[in-house]
T-cell receptor, first 113, second 112 residues
């Protein structure tokens, strides 16, 4: 079974631009979560989607948004990029027999200049 | 408010010895806990989990212990191997929240 995939793997943007990141979950997984990881911080929860509905969100500004499609693929968007948005963005999916365990993709490394 | 804390940012252990990584939490509603290992430039890899109805779970060289009264969990790796060198994160979740809170990680270095 293929794992979680994320595209692109690396991205360089400038302040003020917007960016869209994509995540394809493990086949059969219907829950997708997004996290931001910055140096010195753990993984900060952004939001979680299940069946195209956002079930929970973290404490991030409204510039961070997401959506999920009917095939469970998910995208997250960051508008009006700031230097502090430079981070590794990780996507995780869960479902199947073990509903509770999240499996992570390789991440998208975003650099904002 | 850091609900999940890993107070040791780093740990060095000799190959073959036991590695003990610790994690404390403050939210008594957490009832499911996971450990992940992360190498640079990769996503976290799931290692082992435990629900609050248990106090121990084993999987090969990895054992997780949960002390609910102390709000503390630990990951034991026996015997430690150089390939175990990575950053280890603990995570916690409360049923129905669909949200995992991660600690800041402990960097384990296993010395050959």
């Amino acid at each position: 079974k293929a794992g979680v995939t994320q595209t692109p793997r690396y991205l360089i943007k400038t302040r003020g631009q917007q960016v869209t990141l994509s995540c394809s979950p493990i086949s059969g997984h219907r829950s997708v979560s997004w996290y931001q990881q910055t140096p010195g911080q753990g993984l900060q929860f952004l939001f979680e989607y299940f069946s195209e509905t956002q079930r929970n969100k973290g404490n991030f500004p409204g510039r961070f948004s997401g959506r999920q499609f009917s095939n469970s693929r998910s995208e997250m968007n960051v508008s009006t990029l700031e230097l502090g948005d430079s981070a590794l963005y990780l996507c995780a999916s869960s479902g199947g027999i073990d509903q509770e365990t999240q499996y992570f993709g390789p991440g998208t490394r975003l650099l904002v200049l | 408010d850091q609900q999940v804390k890993q107070n040791s940012p780093s740990l060095s252990v000799q190959e073959g010895r036991i590695s003990i990584l610790n994690c404390d939490y403050t939210n008594s509603m957490f009832d499911y806990f996971l450990w992940y290992k992360k190498y640079p430039a990769e996503g976290p890899t799931f290692l082992i989990s435990i629900s609050s109805i248990k106090d121990k779970n084993e999987d090969g060289r990895f054992t997780v212990f949960l002390n609910k009264s102390a709000k503390h969990l630990s990951l034991h790796i026996v015997p430690s191997q150089p390939g175990d060198s990575a950053v280890y994160f603990c995570a916690a979740s409360a049923s129905g929240t669909y949200k995992y809170i991660f600690g800041t990680g402990t960097r384990l270095k296993v010395l050959a």
